[in-house]
């Protein structure tokens, strides 16, 4: 871990405590960012066009490919960091470019076949903590 995700308050909400340990697994287990990565993306994921609201999320069309391709993006260490929060998904990749970034986001089936949409933005920490900007250190 980077030492400074910590949970200071005992005063957590049950979606904060959740985002935390999001967070906290993912900056303890990322890798460093892949060669050529030079920026980070933001991408929110939203419910698509053919999301179901009568299913479960597991339910939905395409939702375990959507698992995998995260999957593999962590394991290719592009992807650096991964939470939900309300009713979105929010990951923060790193990439060579925007449309790289992209490129690695309209692979994934879910988002092919309208179970999720997504928006992307370039990403720029402010503050240092566990997610640093690729080559920081």
């Not at 419910?47 to 999957?71: C, I, V």
């Given at each position: 871990?980077?030492?400074?995700?910590?949970?200071?308050?005992?005063?957590?909400?049950?979606?904060?405590?959740?985002?935390?340990?999001?967070?906290?697994?993912?900056?303890?287990?990322?890798?460093?960012?892949?060669?050529?990565?030079?920026?980070?993306?933001?991408?929110?994921?939203?419910?698509?066009?053919?999301?179901?609201?009568?299913?479960?999320?597991?339910?939905?069309?395409?939702?375990?490919?959507?698992?995998?391709?995260?999957?593999?993006?962590?394991?290719?260490?592009?992807?650096?960091?991964?939470?939900?929060?309300?009713?979105?998904?929010?990951?923060?990749l790193a990439a060579?470019?925007?449309?790289?970034?992209?490129?690695?986001?309209?692979?994934?089936?879910?988002?092919?076949?309208?179970?999720?949409?997504?928006?992307?933005?370039?990403?720029?920490?402010?503050?240092g903590g566990c997610?640093?900007?690729?080559?920081?250190?």
């Amino acid at each position: 871990a980077c030492g400074l995700c910590t949970v200071t308050s005992t005063r957590v909400t049950r979606a904060s405590a959740s985002a935390t340990s999001a967070i906290i697994a993912a900056a303890s287990t990322a890798a460093s960012a892949p060669e050529g990565a030079s920026a980070l993306f933001a991408v929110e994921f939203r419910t698509g066009p053919a999301w179901d609201p009568a299913k479960k999320p597991q339910d939905q069309p395409h939702f375990r490919e959507h698992s995998q391709n995260l999957r593999r993006l962590r394991d290719a260490g592009h992807l650096l960091i991964g939470a939900r929060y309300g009713d979105k998904g929010l990951v923060v990749l790193a990439a060579a470019s925007e449309a790289a970034a992209r490129t690695m986001v309209e692979a994934d089936p879910s988002v092919q076949h309208g179970t999720f949409a997504y928006q992307l933005n370039a990403f720029h920490p402010f503050y240092g903590g566990c997610v640093q900007p690729p080559g920081a250190r």
